[in-house]
């Protein structure tokens, strides 16, 4: 997970003051894989499990585990929080088509 600041916007980082209202985000990512295994033969099917296992074996477990799956928070103003669900994406931004 990573570090959250409750003090200020994650976007912009106005800073929460008393009576304001701010959104916290939170982001689920899991991986999907289409896997077709069906089509391996018994042999090709131990081959590959046995390479796969040879290259986790090589690699982090935080960044195999964040792979798989992942939280990600964000703290966000009201102005923040409208412009993230409207363009989660950012591709309206990128595009200069906000009304900001
Ligand atoms: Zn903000």
Redesign the pocket.
């Not at 916007?9 to 106005?14: D, E, I, V």
């Given at each position: 997970m990573i570090a959250l600041s409750v003090e200020r916007?994650?976007?912009?980082?106005?800073p929460k003051t008393p009576g304001t209202i701010f959104y916290l985000v939170k982001i689920s990512l899991t991986a999907d894989v289409d896997l077709e295994l069906e089509e391996l033969s018994k042999e090709e099917l131990e081959r590959e499990i046995q390479r796969e296992f040879a290259l986790a074996l090589r690699r982090d477990e935080a960044e195999l585990n964040n792979e798989v799956y992942q939280e990600i928070y964000y703290y966000?103003?009201s102005?923040?929080?409208d412009n993230f669900i409207k363009d989660p994406f950012g591709k309206l931004k990128a595009r200069g088509e906000t009304n900001d």
């Open positions: 916007c994650s976007s912009c980082n106005k966000l103003c102005r923040c929080r």
